[in-house]
Each structure stands twice: as C-alpha cells, then as structure tokens.
C-alpha cells in the first residue's frame, strides 16, 4: 500500500491506495496531530507521500517523502517553482482520469483556485482568489458593523435579500459561482476541447449550482501525489 497525506489550512487527509492505485481508505482531521496520523498508518505501507500546503513546520518522521514542486513530475512548469504542490497534483489527477488535455481544475478550498494544463503538457498556473469562508471573514474583518457568518451552502434563486446576513451569504457564494463560470468561459476560448474538475472541501457545495459538463473528483489531489509516485517508478 501507499499513504498519502495531505496538509493544508484547514484540514489534514490521509489516503491509503493499492500499488494499483485503488483508493483503500480515506481519513480527515481538523488539524495535523503526528501520533493521530500514525495510528491509522498500517505498519505494511512501504511508502509514505507527504504534501504540505500550510504554513505548519512541524517535522515528520524521515521514512515520509515530501513531495514539492522540485519534485519529478510528468509535465513542464511554466511557473516560478513557488507554486504550491497541492495545484501540480490536481492537474496531475486531473490527467490521469481525462486521459486527453488540456485539464483546468477548480478547487474550492481556503482559497478558490484555477490551475491549467495546457495541451502541450505544460502547467501554466491559472487565478487564486478567497474562498467562499475566507470571503465571509474578510467582509467581517474589514468593516465595523458586518456580522461574522459561517458559509451558507444553499442560496435562494431569487436575487431578493431581506437582511444583511442573506445580503452576505448570496454575495459570497454567487460571487463564487459567479467567478468560476466566467473564468472557465475565458479557458474554453483557449480551447473548446477543455475538461473541467471542481474539487475541494467546498466542491460539492458548489456542484450543483455550477452548468454542466464540469467533473466533480472527490480526493482528485491524492490521486495526482499518487501518479506522481507511479511516474517516479517508471524514471
């Protein structure tokens, strides 16, 4: 088997996969404890994927492998190499299960993020923006008298607001859906034959609001470390 872990601002995962990349389990906490970790590692993984996208500093034990941009991966970088891990796996996992590109993969997390990778296998970055909590903050953090409002997932079609808290929470989630379908519009007119990926823990959230033809991949960043890791094999 493998692990791959997986921490990032809000939240740490763990994914065990067959050599075969079958995922076998799947694990999540609100923050990185080592020892929780460990515990749900069997003691048969011989190899141990680890990517870290927070500003967490803690180490871990040497047997783990961490993954980053100076990494081997199967594609080119049009990109300063600054680029987070967590973006190259995404479009890595996004290659994988199109088998065909360009891919652009939407990821609503922390951040609301766009990466491309073009039809000549090149990764050429793509917007970062806040994400849907991050937007709430934001307007609470930076204004007096706006309230601090944990996401709303399910906005009334009506655009009619009735107090500032509903004003807050359609600004935030529109202004989401808003931004991610003109984006892949203005992606498309790079090339029609583009396939589309929304991911991350406010993914789903955001599927069914979003026009069709858009690949909703739950754990699409394990499976890119995972393809990594094959691509390193076959070196």
Request: with cysteine; glycine share 8%.
């Amino acid at each position: 088997m493998i692990a791959i872990v997986e921490r990032g601002n809000s939240r740490t995962k763990l994914c065990l996969f067959s050599l075969t990349g079958i995922i076998i389990d799947v694990k999540y906490w609100s923050q990185f404890i080592l020892s929780s970790i460990l515990d749900e590692i069997p003691n048969s993984v011989k190899h141990i994927r680890y990517c870290n996208t927070s500003k967490g500093l803690e180490s871990v034990p040497a047997n783990w492998m961490e993954i980053n941009a100076d990494s081997k991966w199967p594609f080119e970088l049009n990109y300063s190499l600054e680029v987070g891990v967590d973006r190259l796996a995404l479009v890595l996992g996004a290659k994988l299960i199109s088998e065909t590109l360009p891919v652009l993969v939407v990821s609503c997390g922390t951040c609301l993020t766009f990466s491309y990778l073009d039809s000549k296998n090149i990764f050429q970055g793509g917007a970062i923006s806040p994400g849907l909590s991050m937007r709430l903050k934001a307007m609470n953090s930076f204004t007096g008298s706006l309230p601090l409002l944990t996401p709303k997932y399910e906005q009334d079609i009506s655009q009619k607001t009735f107090d500032t808290k509903s004003s807050m929470q359609k600004g935030a989630y529109e202004g989401m859906i808003y931004e991610i379908e003109q984006r892949i519009r203005s992606f498309q007119r790079l090339d029609k034959k583009l396939k589309c990926f929304l991911t991350g823990g406010d993914g789903p959230a955001f599927a069914e609001s979003l026009e069709s033809g858009i690949f909703a991949i739950l754990n699409l960043e394990a499976i890119g470390l995972y393809a990594q890791w094959k691509h390193e094999q076959n070196q």
